[in-house]
């Protein structure tokens, strides 16, 4: 069915879709009317679960490791400051296996408080073991929690799905929101084979001492490296039962057939802007291919080589940083890219944070200067007012 | 003439961005009044919350540092053990210290810290739009408890002030209200007190203020604080529930 949903409305949906059994969250903007939206249908018993109030982000994470260790299959929502409070939290979702799924609205951290778009917050648990998806639009964000929990369950490993705040949590779309049974037929039960169970009693979470522990640590990466195969498949999957996928990574080619001089590479909702760009700079005379990066972590390393390895130059676009180092993504990419004989230059550029427009003509200026005699740099500003 | 209103000169002169009949403008006001009353504001420092009372930094003309959620007593503790001369005040809302910081206050209150505590109590996360808190009161509705906290599922009110007077660290706690001139008096009195309580180095000095958030109780101005009198003081009675007197020091 054809709805017109809020970003933040479209993520609560796709819970609902997903019959998530134990929901637990703390206010925090830009998140809040996904769990707003949720305590509604469970109070009107929409939807069958348990919504638990705690006083805490760190709380939130807890409860809902504890449901999932009771075999639910649970959610949490959260966002900048609530994130960060959670890490501990997400270390320990990750290393106890819990295919649990959150929401998390891409919010700048503070101080100086900002409540809009950055990438930072969820970048910033980058080694915590959660795998990482970035949604362009509100379709892609419904879309992407059931690929989500698909995967999550497959691998045993949560899953961050990942939007900009405002951008894609407050704005209105046409979603296609698809039949329950069609959803059910994808997304089957979970069916956990560890859970704690005092039929079948067990511990979990014990001490790992050294002749233990990096094994431990070994299977999680084992579990990334068979989550970048899993999540072509499942994405497969949802493309052929929905008509809509969306890949780890995903060229836009500016004429099709073709490969233009420059890649540019972006995530989240500015992809929706680069095209807009895309579109624009080919009428002027200046053909852009851009490039889609949906998954993090996994890093699909491979992927990432074999799509921008063939290009001259490559223009990365972060809405973050890591400082004393620059974008984060751009440092990724060219890591992946470090092995080939023959590398594309590429272009860190740093722009929008704190939620700062990324206009068409945003990308424009950062494309003039990639392709003219704009110097290597290991970090490029674009917009700053000094 | 001789005036007979003036505006403290604690605060600045810029107007406030809180709602119609919300009661944050009221406590600002009493809080500066106090600032003025003992002479302290060349070297006072606030800790603020994160919460409708984000921008207090905006209405005193004193220093004033941000707090991350729930983090100010913590932060107030390091301001104060470093500078023990400066007078520091901690401004909260209950979404920020009945919640997300209760730890950070029990902990601040057990350790006796010498700090002044302003806690606003409206039921409810009022900058986040109207979300259930641990305060908010059996059967209120909010944004994400649609008909009403039940007990079942969230449990009672908390109560800090009661809680909080059981500690030996605390030197005055009281709970008082400003929905009318009376209640408006004795809350003067009330935070004056815990003024006193630190500048006498007698611990923490704790006064939690009931007050009404229109916007999210989805009431206008005088029905909700009517509600005040109706709904809220039955549960969370006014008083002073410790005072540690005269030579008692710490």
Redesign the interface.
Known sequence: MRRVLEGSHAVSHAVELARVKVISA????PQ?HI??RL??LV??GVLDAR?I?V???HSAMAAVIGAASAGARSFTASSS?GLA?MHEMLHWAAGARLPIVMAEVNRAM??G?NIWADQTDSLSQRDTGWMQLYCEDVQEVLDTILIAYKLAERVSLPAMVVLDAFFLSHTYEPVEVPDQDEVDAFLPAWEPTEILDPSDPRAFNQLASPEYYMEFRYKIQQAMEEALRAHDEIDAEFGQRFGRSYGAVRRIPCREGERAPLALVTTGSVTGTARVAQATLREKGTDVDVVKLKLFRPFPHEEVRRVLGPYERVVVLDRNISFGSGGIFAGEIRAALAGLDRRPRVYPFVAGLGGRDITPQTIESIVARALGDEPPADILWEGLKL | MKPVFVRPQSLTDKPFHFCPGCHHGVIHRLVAEAIDRFGVRERTIAAASVGCSVFLYDYFDIDVVESPHGRAPAVATGIKRTNPDKFVFIYQGDGDLAAIGTAEIIHAANRGENLTVVFVNNTVYGMTGGQMAPTTLLGQPTTTSPYGREFGQDGYPIKMTEMLAQLEGVGFAARVAVDTPARLAQARKAVFRAFETQLEEKGMGFVEILSSCPTNWGMKPLEAVRRIEREMIPYFPLGVYKERKGSDAL
């Open positions: 703390y206010p925090i903007t809040t769990v707003e305590a509604e109070a009107d919504f109030r006083e805490s982000e400051h409070l503070g101080p408080w």
